[in-house]
């Protein structure tokens, strides 16, 4: 983000780990062949898919392309699949059959690099989690992490831990055997233009900071809501829980591209230390509040339309007496200067009525009385709400009296919707995050204390819900249970409408 997106990308070999998994076909290989029709690939890039099953290299390319042929038939052309771009983004894509845990597999890496007139190299960790200490030790043992001859990266996927010791116990194998500015930690709502776009329009513009406080602003709610269930997820998903799966990671950092201070530059360093900083801020409650402040749901059988949904329970690989939360809402405080007294919302859950990520900012209300004799009898609060997807844009709700005698308010939005504005090519969101790793810009990838202090931060209402709180249910294709409405209504306020 820091740089205009001009200049290509300096020759390497990028390793893909777990190459014939989900991840590589699914967005990676998708988002390099994007980067390589707006001509972003230097032709000195070779992809090697790394994984334990035995493919040649035709084999591996075969199959991306037979993916991407499906993926852009199910679009309809959308995805315009050119022939010829793929014909030479397959020619530089290559595969190595090898044990993750084999020294052999990382002496043949070597081999692979050093046929390259570039020994720049990155490593993609595209595997499950319990691989990346693994493979990164054996990395640093292999020698293949030194960067006198080119350099080296590593890119950790999520999840980045499972809680707080996990996370520093992860943060300090890593950093065993190669330094922070090697490691770029993906999370991939940071890829999303939406996002980028909040740090960029509340710097840019002046007139945001201005109000941009706890003495304008009344509170904040983060919202991302999903129509899916957890798919072909179940087992990872009943160990998991939303909690884990969304906030520390995703919500979190929609939370502190809102909060944050104003970086004293768009680098690297100063804006993950704003973040670390803000996120640092968050109050720890103890076990009594966390358990006030939070929610947890799980989605029992339901509708969405006319289509009949299961129950979690039901969905496969999932403990059928299982207690994980589908659902969270939690509210948290930030304990700085700025935010001292606004509480941010947070929610986020599977199989809700619509998918809706969104952030609503609701301001102050203004003292109504002007109007006391009127008849406006209440005054609504202005909202800014910064919509993530899936229709990207901000809008601002305000009040306008409708023409005629009668004093009479309306609701009106003044908005900017991305798509009436620009062309919207069809990304993955990996786009930036891929191009940006191999022209060593770190800013959109999470720094240890990023990390350590989001699991700071969830580590209250794990550590409380491991006692007691209930899980409450609510039915697929409604939005989270009663327990969210009360969760609001006690502190007076209401959920923004979603959708
Ligand atoms: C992933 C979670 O990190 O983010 C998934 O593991 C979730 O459970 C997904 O569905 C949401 O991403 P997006 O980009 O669809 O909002």
Request: charged share 25%.
């Amino acid at each position: 983000m820091s740089k205009p997106a001009i200049e290509t990308t300096p020759p390497c070999t990028l390793f893909l780990f777990g190459g014939s998994g989900d991840l590589v076909k699914r967005l990676l290989m998708p988002a390099l062949y994007n980067l390589s029709r707006d001509g972003l690939l230097d032709k000195g890039l070779r992809i090697v898919g790394v994984d334990h099953n035995p493919l040649s290299d035709a084999d591996f390319a075969g199959r991306l392309e037979a993916f991407m042929r499906e993926r852009d038939k199910a679009s309809q052309g959308a995805n315009c699949l050119d022939d010829k771009l793929w014909g030479r983004l397959a020619k530089r894509v290559g595969y190595l059959t090898g044990d993750f845990l084999s020294e052999a597999t990382y002496q043949a890496i070597a081999r692979r690099i050093e046929k390259n007139p570039s020994e720049n190299a990155v490593f993609y960790l595209a595997t499950s989690p319990g691989f990346f200490g693994e493979v990164v030790q054996r990395l640093g043992a292999a020698g293949l992490l030194d960067e006198s001859r080119g350099f080296r990266r590593v890119v950790v996927e999520k999840p980045f831990g499972s809680d707080l010791a996990s996370a520093e116990a992860l943060n300090a194998c890593l950093l065993k055997v190669m330094s922070e500015k090697q490691i770029y930690r993906i999370d991939h709502y940071l890829g999303k233009e939406t996002v980028q776009n909040i740090l960029v329009s509340r710097f840019s513009n002046g007139l945001f900071e201005a109000f941009w406080n706890n003495h304008y602003i009344d509170h904040v709610q983060i919202t991302a809501a999903e129509t899916v269930g957890v798919e072909t997820r179940g087992a990872f998903y009943d160990h998991t829980g939303a909690l884990r799966d969304m906030v520390p990671n995703h919500l979190f950092q929609l939370l502190a591209m809102v909060a944050m201070e104003p970086p004293a530059a768009f680098g690297a360093d100063a804006v993950r230390s704003e973040k670390a900083k803000v996120i640092g801020a968050i109050r720890p409650w103890s076990k009594t509040m966390a358990l006030k402040n939070s929610v947890r749901g799980q989605y029992v059988a339901g509708k969405q339309g006319r289509k009949q949904l299961p129950g979690y329970r039901d969905e496969p690989r999932v403990d059928p007496h299982s207690q994980t939360e589908t659902f969270v809402a939690l509210k948290v405080m930030i304990d700085n200067w700025r935010w001292v007294g606004v509480p941010f919302y947070l929610r986020t859950g599977k199989r809700m009525s619509v998918r809706d990520t969104e952030i609503a900012i609701c301001f102050k209300p203004a003292p109504s009385a002007q109007f006391r004799d009127t008849e406006v009898d209440k005054i609504k609060p202005n909202y800014l709400r910064i919509q993530i997807q899936p229709n990207e844009g901000m809008w601002f709700d305000l009040q306008a009296k409708r023409p005629g005698p009668a004093l009479v308010m309306e609701n009106i939005e003044l908005g900017f919707a991305y798509k009436d504005f620009f062309t919207m090519l069809p990304y993955t969101g990996y786009e930036t995050l891929i191009y940006d790793c191999l022209t060593g810009d770190q800013t959109l990838f999470q720094r240890a204390d990023n990390i350590e202090n989001g699991w700071r931060a969830v580590q209250p209402f794990l550590d409380a819900w491991k006692e007691g709180g209930e899980v409450h249910t609510y039915a697929a294709g409604e939005d989270g249970p009663e327990a969210a409405t009360e969760l609001m209504s006690r502190d007076r306020r209401v959920w923004h409408s979603i959708g």
